[in-house]
Nanobody, 122 residues
Framework: QERLEESGGGSVQAGGSLTLSCVGS???????MGWLRKAPGKEREAVAI????????YDADSVKGRFTISQEIAQNTVYLQMNSLTPDDTAKYYC????????????????WGQGTQVTVSS
């Protein structure tokens, strides 16, 4: 059974850093892995996606220059290094993945983790 397991969320003060990790299992090689987030009262948004060839995109303008996505393909693992966190980054962060490139491009992911909470206090 397909599974994405996140870790690394928590509470931090503004200006701090956190690193999220996600390990995928139960499916064949993914074309992409990435992170979405959902904050209370806000639309869910894609944060960052990394493709199998190492290309990465940061969909949320607010995280550019502060967040870095990386992967270990052999371990089916994706990371999100988050620096200079602000209260606006408070959200539940979901790891996502898909086997098909077109679905990745559409941000239509078949595999989802349960989410990990990130809370940034001012």
């Amino acid at each position: 059974q397909e599974r994405l397991e996140e870790s690394g969320g928590g509470s931090v003060q503004a200006g701090g850093s956190l690193t999220l990790s996600c390990v995928g299992s139960g499916y064949a090689d993914s074309s992409c892995m990435g992170w979405l987030r959902k904050a209370p009262g806000k639309e869910r948004e894609a944060v960052a996606i990394i493709y199998r060839d190492g290309t990465s995109t940061y969909d949320a303008d607010s995280v550019k220059g502060r967040f870095t996505i990386s992967q270990e393909i052999a371990q089916n693992t994706v990371y999100l290094q988050m620096n200079s966190l602000t209260p606006d980054d408070t959200a539940k962060y979901y790891c996502v993945a898909d086997r098909f490139l077109e679905r990745c491009r559409r941000r239509d992911f078949a595999y989802w983790g349960q989410g990990t909470q990130v809370t940034v206090s001012s």
